[in-house]
C-alpha cells in the first residue's frame, strides 16, 4: 500500500531539546511538506520541498529545520529555538502538478 | 493577513438533510481549490477540487461551487450522513506562482446529527 507514514504518533520532549519528527513516503512524488495545526486553527506551511536536496521556508519556518537527501524523506527537527512547539505536525507530498497533497497520520508533540 | 478563511467555525445538520460549507479567500492568483476532511488525531484526507477555470464539481454527494467574482467556494454535501462528521478545510493554491503551497482556512467542525 502507497502512503506516508509518520513516527512516533506522540512524542514528549523536554524543554530546551530538539526533536526530529519522520516522515517517509512511498508515493514516489517529488514534492514533501510540513503543517503545523494548533486548536481551532487552519494548517500553517513549516518548511516544503519540491526536490531532493532543495527545501524552502514556508509561512512559519522561524525555529524549525530540514533536510531532503532522499526522495521518499523529509524529517523535521523542530529546535530549541522554536518559541511554542507544542503542537500537531503534519507531513504531506504530492507529484510534480502538486494539485492535490496526501497527508500523514500527524505527529502530536508536547514539549513540557 | 488570513488568505483564506472559513468564518463559520460549526455547523450543526440533520442526516438527510443538507451541509453548506462556505470559504472566502482574498488573493486572486489563488486559481485551484480544494476541499479536505479531517477526523480528529489523524491526517486530512483529500475530498474534492475545483479549477479556476470551472465553477461547479460534482464527486457523488460532494459538489463544490465557485464564485471567482465574489471570491467564495462552498461545499455541498447531499445527503449528510453521520460520518461525514469531521472538520472540513478549504485550501487554495496559486498554481502559476507558488507552485504546490497550499493556503487553509481555519476549518469548520460539521455534526450530522442521526
Redesign the interface.
Known amino acids: 500500500d502507497g502512503g506516508i507514514t509518520q513516527s512516533p504518533k506522540y512524542l514528549f520532549r523536554k524543554e530546551g531539546q530538539n526533536v526530529t519528527l519522520s516522515c517517509e513516503q512511498n508515493l514516489n512524488h517529488d514534492a514533501m511538506y510540513w503543517y503545523r495545526q494548533d486548536p481551532g486553527q487552519g494548517l500553517r506551511l513549516i518548511y516544503y520541498s519540491q526536490i531532493v536536496n532543495d527545501f524552502q521556508k514556508g509561512d512559519i519556518a522561524e525555529g524549525y529545520s530540514v533536510s531532503r537527501e532522499k526522495k521518499e524523506s523529509f524529517p523535521l527537527t523542530v529546535t530549541s529555538a522554536q518559541k511554542n512547539p507544542t503542537a500537531f505536525y503534519l507531513c504531506a507530498s504530492s507529484d510534480t502538478r502538486g494539485q492535490e497533497q496526501f497527508f500523514g497520520p500527524g505527529t502530536r508533540l508536547t514539549v513540557l | 493577513d488570513q488568505q483564506?478563511k472559513?468564518n463559520s467555525?460549526s455547523l450543526s445538520v440533520q442526516e438527510g438533510r443538507i451541509s453548506i460549507l462556505n470559504c472566502d479567500y482574498t488573493n486572486s492568483m489563488f486559481d485551484?481549490f480544494?476541499w479536505?476532511k479531517k477526523y480528529p488525531?489523524?491526517?486530512?484526507?483529500?475530498l474534492i477540487?475545483i479549477s479556476s477555470i470551472k465553477d461547479k464539481n460534482e464527486d457523488g454527494r460532494f459538489t463544490v461551487f465557485l464564485n471567482k467574482s465574489a471570491k467564495h467556494l462552498s461545499l455541498h454535501i447531499v445527503p449528510s450522513q453521520p460520518g461525514d462528521s469531521a472538520v472540513y478545510?478549504c485550501?487554495a493554491?496559486a498554481?502559476g506562482t507558488s507552485?504546490?503551497?497550499?493556503?487553509?482556512?481555519?476549518?469548520t467542525i460539521l455534526t450530522v446529527h442521526p
Open positions: 483564506v472559513q467555525p485551484y480544494l479536505y488525531a489523524e491526517g486530512p484526507t483529500f477540487s478545510f485550501a493554491s498554481r507552485y504546490g503551497k497550499l493556503t487553509f482556512g481555519q476549518g
